[in-house]
């Protein structure tokens, strides 16, 4: 039954006063003006007014086809399949040059450029668009997708409120990217240059203080690999000792981890040379994936894509050695070899000389650097709230679910 002031559409269940149009009833398709441009085409008009494809900026040219604020919705090569989390649609604003793989929308009076946006950036066109390898929405399919269409000030009371959670969803990735910036700079800074010295000497890593000295890491710390137990034996596996492979670090940068995808069985470890490191190692990545690093926060054991550094408390801080070792990565993939996929062994890794300064100057340059990773995640931690809330309230105010009072000003 559906409830009072609404009505079942095409589009679901909407309030009585919305209506449903179709794209091309509320949009001019102004794709006959587009042109796309080879990169020769594009080296030959270099400049700063951007040149647009299906989900965004390719290039930049001296021309432009359009001078206005415009929406342009994936033709091919688009996130159709995707849709719930990537955007299928954006506006662009300004002079631009759009090529042949987004259709170019322009709203038709009396409809609101943001809401059109909205209703069309996440939205399920699968049923519009062909092909397998490569999905396409032609133009005849686009002009029929059905668009839900409230009264004008609701429209635009909608979209402000979206855009204002946009707006604060931009800002804090720029805060992100501007304290990831800030964090490259003092890596180089406090893990070359240190903290307060004015005496310095030269180094297979440059300049660096006086008072640090270059030791190898094995003269410092103990490095040992690991292993995988056999895979053909059920009992070996499904235990409570966490197992780490590399490509659980791929991606997202983290600090610390006590959680694995897979679990051995004490029968599993008793059979096999696997080794039980204790809290606090650096694991290192050293196959297929070079560099990334990780301190455990519980016993854990790894397989043979680590060397994993065990450090002498007198001599090494962990957290340092973590920050030290993404640093060097460039030095770590030059040391690798392997023709099916790169390797550093551990053999290298043990003689690896390294920077090392007092013990109490590690801690403290670890210490301003965990700040800015603690920042750093702060601030993502934030934006993901914010891109649940928007999610929330698309669900709602774009069905109409939730009603806007169109009596304040938008």
């Known amino acids: 039954m559906v409830k009072e002031g609404y009505k079942e559409t095409i589009l679901g269940t909407l309030p009585k006063d919305w209506r449903v149009d179709l794209v091309d009833e509320c949009c001019e398709i102004l794709d006959k003006h587009r042109e796309p441009l080879n990169q020769k085409e594009r080296d030959e008009i270099p400049g700063d007014i951007p040149y647009y494809g299906a989900n965004g900026i390719v290039d930049y040219v001296g021309e432009y086809i359009f001078d206005e604020k415009l929406i342009l919705l994936a033709e091919d090569g688009g996130h159709f399949e995707e849709y719930t989390d990537r955007p299928i649609a954006y506006i662009i604003e300004g002079k631009s040059w759009v090529n042949n793989h987004a259709h170019v929308l322009k709203p038709k009076d009396k409809y609101h450029l943001e809401w059109i946006y909205y209703t069309l950036v996440h939205k399920n066109i699968l049923p519009y668009v062909y092909g397998s390898t490569r999905m396409k929405l032609n133009q005849k399919s686009l002009k029929t997708i059905p668009i839900q269409i409230p009264p004008l000030p609701e429209q635009k009371k909608i979209a402000s409120i979206l855009s204002s959670v946009d707006k604060s969803i931009e800002k804090t990735d720029e805060v992100i990217e501007e304290t990831k910036e800030l964090k490259k700079g003092l890596m180089q800074e406090l893990l070359t240059k240190g903290i307060g010295h004015s005496e310095f000497k030269d180094s297979q890593f440059g300049k660096i203080p006086k008072s640090w000295k270059i030791e190898p890491l094995n003269k410092i710390a103990e490095v040992t690999g690991g292993n995988t137990p056999r895979r053909s034996t059920e009992e070996y596996w499904g235990g409570d000792i ?91 993939e030059a040391l690798a070899g392997g023709s099916t996929f790169l390797e550093i062994s551990r053999t290298s890794v043990r003689s690896l000389n390294i920077p090392v300064p007092p013990l109490e100057e590690q801690k403290k340059i670890a210490s301003i650097l965990s700040s800015v990773d603690a920042k750093i995640k702060k601030e993502e931690e934030y934006k993901e709230k914010l891109e649940r809330l928007k999610k929330g309230l698309m669900q709602k105010l774009l069905t109409g679910e939730i009603r806007v009072n169109t009596e304040m000003e938008v």
């Open 242 to 332: 966490p197992w780490l492979t590399p490509s659980q670090l791929t991606g997202e940068i983290i600090n610390e981890i006590d959680k694995t995808d897979e679990y051995i069985t004490e029968k599993g470890f008793k059979n096999s040379s696997v080794k039980l490191l204790p809290v606090g190692t650096v694991m290192l990545t050293s196959r297929a994936t070079i560099g990334e690093t990780v301190i455990n926060k519980v016993p854990m054991t790894t397989n043979q894509g680590f060397a994993n550094i065990i450090c002498k408390d007198d001599k090494l801080f962990n957290y340092f050695v973590l920050y030290l070792l993404r640093y060097l990565t460039p030095k770590l």
